[in-house]
C-alpha cells in the first residue's frame, strides 16, 4: 500500500534563518507531488506541483521553492524565513494523469516563524 | 474566477442532527468537486466527490448535493456523530494538478 512520510511535525525557526521540509512517498511510481500551506481561516493554498522529477510547477509567488530530486520525494526549501511563512504545511500525492484527482495528504510540519 | 467560497466558518449540531456545509463558485470550469475531512493535527482526507453531471451522491451518511446552474454544491452530513467533529473542506478542479479549496468549516457534534 501507498504511504506518505513528512517531517518533521512540528518545527519553530527565527526570521531569516533557512528551511528545508521533505516529503517522500512510497508504494507507488511517479506520482504526481505537492506542496500545500494551511494558514489559519484560510484553507489549503497550493503552493507548487510536480508531475515529474525536476518538473515543478510554482503555482504563488513567494520566499519559498521546491524541489523533486527523486521520484518519489519532494523538498521544501527557503533560503531566509519570513514571519508570514508560518502555517502548517502539508505534503500529497496523485497518482495519473487526471492530476490531484484524488489526493492523499501527509500529516504535516506545523511551522511556526518567530 | 479561482475562489471557492464556503460558509460557515464553524457549526455546532447536536447528535443525530443534520449537519449542512455549503460552497459556491464562479468559474463553469471547474470539473470535480471534492469534500475533504481534517482532524486536528492530521492532513485532510478524501471524504466523497462528485462531478458536475450529477445532482447528487451518497456514500453512507454524506451526501454531496450539487446545483450546476446556480453554481453551488453542500454537503449534508445526516445522523450526525461526535466522531464527525473535524474541519470539512470543499474543494474544486480547476485542471490537472490544480484544487481550489475553500476556506474550511470547523463542525462540532455535540453529545
Known amino acids: 500500500s501507498q504511504t506518505i512520510h513528512q517531517w518533521p511535525a512540528t518545527l519553530v525557526q527565527p526570521v531569516g534563518s533557512p528551511l528545508s521540509l521533505e516529503c517522500t512517498v512510497e508504494g507507488t511510481s511517479n506520482p504526481n507531488l505537492y506542496w500545500y500551506r494551511q494558514a489559519a481561516g484560510r484553507g489549503l493554498q497550493l503552493l507548487f506541483y510536480s508531475v515529474g522529477i525536476g518538473q515543478i510547477s510554482s503555482e504563488v509567488p513567494q520566499n519559498l521553492s521546491a524541489s523533486r530530486p527523486q521520484d518519489r520525494q519532494f523538498i521544501l526549501s527557503s533560503k531566509k524565513l519570513l514571519l508570514s511563512d508560518s502555517g502548517f504545511y502539508l505534503c500529497a500525492w496523485s497518482v495519473g494523469d487526471t492530476g490531484g484527482e484524488k489526493l492523499f495528504f501527509g500529516s504535516g510540519t506545523q511551522l511556526s516563524v518567530l | ?111
Open chain 2, 1 to 111: 474566477q479561482q475562489q471557492v467560497k464556503q460558509s460557515p466558518q464553524s457549526l455546532i449540531v447536536q447528535k443525530g442532527g443534520i449537519s449542512i456545509i455549503n460552497c459556491a463558485y464562479e468559474n463553469t470550469a471547474f470539473d470535480y468537486f471534492p469534500w475533504y475531512q481534517q482532524f486536528p493535527g492530521k492532513g485532510p482526507a478524501l471524504l466523497i466527490a462528485i462531478r458536475p453531471d450529477v445532482s447528487e451522491k451518497k456514500e453512507g451518511r454524506f451526501t454531496i448535493s450539487f446545483n450546476k446552474s446556480a453554481k453551488q454544491f453542500s454537503l449534508h452530513i445526516m445522523d450526525s456523530q461526535p466522531g464527525d467533529s473535524a474541519t470539512y473542506f470543499c474543494a474544486a478542479r480547476a485542471g490537472p494538478g490544480k484544487l481550489i479549496f475553500g476556506q474550511g468549516t470547523t463542525l462540532q457534534v455535540k453529545p
